[in-house]
């Protein structure tokens, strides 16, 4: 889900483990020379859904890589089966409440313009049912960054072999 930490998180993590790290977010507004709000209303949701699931397949063949997901990607029947079938996948929960907060502070999100709050716990309800079918889920709502890290961490070395 948008706004729970998944950049930062997949960042440290990244350096933890010496893997290198993408955020499919970055890589798309890179790869199309603009931002996801400016994708959005040029282009609209289908082209960057489009963009996100062919760079997201391709991505994930990769080895030793930490990926942060885009909010939406796990959505993508294709993404998610490829994310099941080749990795270890963690949701990173946050209650709407503490998302609430957190997406306040950020005007970059196309999906949630105007009235953030209702469009932020409809997305929530939605999306939440779907994220469950991750390998593992972490609540974060009361931990630092390293602390989620370290759980990550945990159950990363249990399954790897």
Do not use: H, Q
């Not at 885009?70 to 990795?87: D, H, M, Q, S």
């Amino acid at each position: 889900m948008m706004g729970v930490g998944k950049s930062t998180v997949g960042k440290e993590l990244s350096k933890k483990l010496g893997y290198k790290f993408i955020d499919m977010d970055n890589l798309i507004e890179k790869k199309e020379n603009m931002t996801i709000t400016k994708i959005f209303r040029v282009k609209g949701e289908n082209y960057f859904r489009k963009i996100e699931e062919n760079l997201t397949l391709n991505t994930l063949k990769d080895k030793k890589v930490v990926i942060s997901l885009g909010g939406g990607a796990f959505l993508n029947p294709r993404i998610r089966k490829e994310v099941l079938k080749t990795t270890i996948s963690f949701w990173l929960n946050v209650s709407i409440k503490s998302l609430l907060l957190r997406v306040s502070r950020n005007k970059k999100r196309p999906l949630i313009e105007g009235n953030y709050k209702k469009k932020m716990t409809d997305i929530y309800s939605k999306r939440k049912d779907t994220y469950k079918l991750a390998n593992y889920k972490i609540d974060c709502d009361n931990l630092k960054k390293f602390e989620v890290v370290k759980k990550i961490l945990i159950l990363y070395e249990k399954n790897k072999y």
